[in-house]
């Protein structure tokens, strides 16, 4: 088909759900959206079946065991490519990605394979975050940066929109990481690839409901992970 799918990955956002997809939905009506839920304790995937039971755009994927961020996108890029859509975005489902943006990167993918949503460029930004978390942010990416020798600003973002031919060329199958370091790791597995990508300013906002995922032990992952992009040692 040729309509995008939005890929949301959930784990104990039960709060956040009907909310964010309606406002997916709202944005861009065209897209289909993949719930991809680890067995969440509160009934996330159940509420998930419930919407989707609504609406013929909503579709839900169960994981029995909760594997990481990068397992269950790769599982979401396969079940995409399964079903012949157009496009592919990941996003957060707890409102710190804006889905007002979805339509501009859509729209950035017409010159480039791969979009990239980019808090730190010109017109993109963060906001709810203290000095600490903006600085580990900040000195991740220029890290990632000169280890991998590549200009891009936000390789630990993971607000993306992917055109189907990328992931088809990506070779999703070599990917190992699981945590946030998979965003790196696709960005870089991309460029490696041939594939062309562009970034797109946007305004990140942390979340104001349920818990956020990220750890001291994911950062201190990415950090090793670079070196390992860096010498092909994944």
Same mark, same amino acid.
């Given at each position: 088909?040729? #309509?995008?799918?939005?890929?949301?990955?959930?784990?104990? @956002?039960?709060?956040?759900?009907?909310? $964010?997809?309606?406002?997916?939905?709202?944005?861009?009506?065209?897209?289909d959206i993949l719930v991809i839920d680890d067995n969440s304790p509160d009934g996330?995937? /159940?509420? &998930?079946?419930?919407?989707?039971a609504k609406d013929v755009h909503v579709h839900v994927l169960h994981r029995?065991?909760?594997?990481?961020? %990068?397992?269950?996108?790769?599982? *979401?890029?396969?079940?995409?490519? @399964?079903?012949?859509?157009?496009?592919?975005?990941?996003?957060? /489902?707890? =409102?710190?990605?804006?889905?007002?943006?979805?339509?501009?990167?859509?729209?950035?993918?017409?010159?480039?394979?791969?979009?990239?949503?980019?808090?730190?460029?010109? !017109?993109? !930004?963060?906001?709810?975050?203290?000095? #600490?978390?903006?600085?580990?942010?900040? $000195? *991740?990416?220029?890290? &990632?940066?000169?280890?991998?020798?590549?200009?891009?600003?936000?390789?630990?973002?993971?607000?993306?929109?992917?055109?189907?031919? /990328?992931?088809?060329?990506? %070779?999703?199958?070599?990917?190992?990481?699981?945590?946030? %370091? =998979?965003?790196? @790791?696709?960005?870089?597995?991309?460029?490696?690839? !041939?594939? #062309?990508?562009? @970034?797109?300013?946007?305004?990140?906002?942390?979340?104001?409901?349920?818990? #956020?995922?990220?750890?001291?032990?994911? $950062?201190?992952?990415?950090?090793?992970?670079?070196?390992?992009?860096? =010498?092909?040692?994944?």
């Amino acid at each position: 088909m040729s #309509s995008p799918l939005v890929l949301i990955p959930t784990y104990n @956002e039960k709060g956040n759900l009907p909310p $964010f997809i309606e406002a997916v939905r709202s944005s861009l009506p065209q897209a289909d959206i993949l719930v991809i839920d680890d067995n969440s304790p509160d009934g996330t995937g /159940a509420l &998930a079946e419930e919407i989707a039971a609504k609406d013929v755009h909503v579709h839900v994927l169960h994981r029995i065991h909760k594997e990481g961020l %990068g397992r269950a996108y790769l599982a *979401g890029f396969a079940w995409a490519l @399964e079903h012949d859509y157009s496009h592919v975005f990941e996003i957060d /489902a707890d =409102f710190s990605h804006n889905p007002k943006d979805l339509p501009r990167l859509l729209a950035a993918t017409g010159d480039a394979d791969i979009a990239l949503g980019c808090r730190w460029m010109p !017109g993109g !930004g963060v906001s709810g975050w203290p000095w #600490s978390r903006l600085a580990l942010s900040r $000195f *991740g990416n220029l890290y &990632a940066r000169l280890i991998l020798g590549v200009s891009y600003r936000d390789l630990t973002g993971g607000f993306k929109c992917f055109r189907r031919e /990328a992931l088809q060329t990506l %070779g999703l199958e070599k990917i190992r990481s699981v945590g946030y %370091g =998979f965003q790196i @790791e696709t960005t870089w597995r991309a460029l490696k690839s !041939g594939l #062309s990508v562009t @970034e797109v300013p946007i305004h990140f906002t942390d979340r104001t409901v349920g818990v #956020s995922k990220m750890s001291g032990q994911t $950062f201190r992952e990415a950090l090793i992970l670079v070196w390992r992009l860096r =010498f092909d040692r994944l």
